[in-house]
């Protein structure tokens, strides 16, 4: 994680790309990546392609993925400008709403560490953003 942050960081700021063209970029070769993953893994195969057939399947996975990419974007955009802490501050304000958007939507199974762990999380990344505001970094 971190050693891609670096990477990121550097891959920018040497060829002076913003996020979106380095997500562009990126993305082709992700999804090939992880194509092959699954393919090889055993994960991919026409039985499990066939349950895409049902729309509302279809429609959840289309949004998780929009979700996923406007996320991923949306940090790759940013981390050029500001720094390494802040990046790992929105990964856990993403991770909070990925685990509770599960919770709400898939009725996902809330532990006792879920129940202590998501608003610790939540509390930290909000007092974070409240010393960046108000400059008490």
């Given at each position: 994680s971190v050693l891609?942050?670096?990477f990121l960081q550097t891959t920018q700021s040497d060829y002076n790309i913003g996020g979106l063209a380095y997500t562009r970029i990126l993305s082709k070769y992700q999804g090939i990546i992880m194509f092959l993953?699954?393919?090889?893994?055993?994960?991919l195969s026409?039985?499990?392609?066939a349950s895409?057939?049902?729309?509302?399947?279809?429609m959840?996975?289309?949004?998780?993925?929009?979700?996923?990419?406007?996320v991923n974007l949306t940090l790759t955009m940013i981390v050029g400008k500001l720094s390494a802490v802040?990046?790992?501050?929105?990964?856990?304000a993403k991770t909070v709403l990925v685990v509770a958007t599960g919770i709400i939507f898939?009725?996902?199974?809330?532990?006792?560490?879920?129940?202590?762990?998501?608003?610790?999380?939540a509390?930290?990344?909000?007092?974070?953003?409240?010393?960046?505001v108000n400059g008490l970094d």
């Open positions: 891609g942050q670096a993953f699954a393919l090889f893994s055993g994960q026409f039985s499990n392609l895409l057939a049902d729309g509302y399947t279809l959840l996975l289309a949004i998780s993925c929009s979700l996923a990419f406007v802040t990046f790992q501050v929105i990964g856990h898939f009725g996902e199974v809330f532990t006792l560490r879920g129940i202590i762990g998501l608003p610790v999380a509390v930290g990344v909000s007092w974070y953003g409240y010393l960046k």
